[in-house]
């Protein structure tokens, strides 16, 4: 049974150009969350979505950031017109189900340059 | 008050000693408690869970914890050089809200 799959697992952009993050969640997983870990800091919400929906994104910056996940493929965070201050790696995680345990995948990390 | 609040340490155990780690939270309603251990560069790993007070056994790790103060802790035996680590605290807060709020983590470091 796979983990969490991200991809890429690193990637580099410059400054003003755009950032499309994959997540797939372990098999049998419905929920699905996306974490940013800046570096030397802790773990930051950003949002959380269930097929189709998202269900809380009181985490996500009010600009430039948007997440889905569709019926059929990957969840995707999406950072437009990155800035340096959106380096950083982002975790997703995957669930059964609501109050159950989350498992992370590897993370990307994300330079801007 | 920070939602989660761990002592970010670092924490030093000798070897073969037991590593208590402590995490408070600030919402009385959470009902879920979990411990993630993350290497440095890597990503979380969940080790243990626990959602009813009193003690949780799995192996050399045992979760506490204590509802009416808002306490949840990790106790490692026989600590390894291994289990260096950061340790993060996540909880989970009342049914219905799925969103996992860490602690910043403690750092701790098994001297051989």
């Known amino acids: 049974n796979a983990g969490v799959m991200q991809n890429p697992r690193h990637l580099v952009r410059r400054r003003g150009q755009e950032a499309r993050l994959r997540c797939s969640p372990m098999?049998?997983?419905?929920?699905v969350y996306w974490y940013r870990q800046l570096p030397e800091e802790g773990l930051k919400f950003m949002v959380y979505?269930?097929?189709?929906?998202?269900?809380?994104e009181s985490g996500m910056p009010k600009e430039r950031f948007s997440a889905e996940f569709p019926k059929e493929g990957p969840s995707i965070l999406r950072i437009q017109q990155v800035v340096r201050g959106d380096s950083a790696a982002y975790f997703c995680?995957?669930?059964?189900?609501?109050?159950?345990?989350?498992?992370f995948g590897q993370g990307t990390r994300l330079t801007v340059v | 008050q920070k939602e989660v609040e761990q002592n970010s340490g670092p924490l030093s155990v000798p070897e073969g000693a037991i590593a208590s780690l402590n995490c408070t939270y600030s919402?009385?309603?959470?009902?879920?408690f979990f411990w993630y251990r993350q290497y440095s560069g890597k990503s979380p790993e969940l080790i243990m869970s626990?959602?009813?007070?009193g003690d949780k056994e799995d192996g050399r790790f045992t979760a506490q914890l204590n509802k009416a103060s808002q306490y949840v802790s990790l106790l490692i035996r026989d600590s390894q050089p291994s289990d260096s680590a950061t340790y993060l605290c996540?909880?989970?807060?009342?049914?219905?809200?799925?969103?996992?709020?860490f602690g910043t983590g403690t750092r701790l470091t098994i001297i051989p």
């Open positions: 995680a995957s669930s059964p189900g609501r109050a159950t345990e989350a498992f």
């Open positions: 098999k049998g997983h419905s929920h």
């Open positions: 979505l269930q097929k189709e929906n998202i269900i809380d």
């Open positions: 919402d009385r309603g959470s009902q879920s």
């Open positions: 626990i959602y009813s007070n």
């Open positions: 996540a909880v989970k807060s009342n049914f219905g809200n799925e969103k996992l709020t």
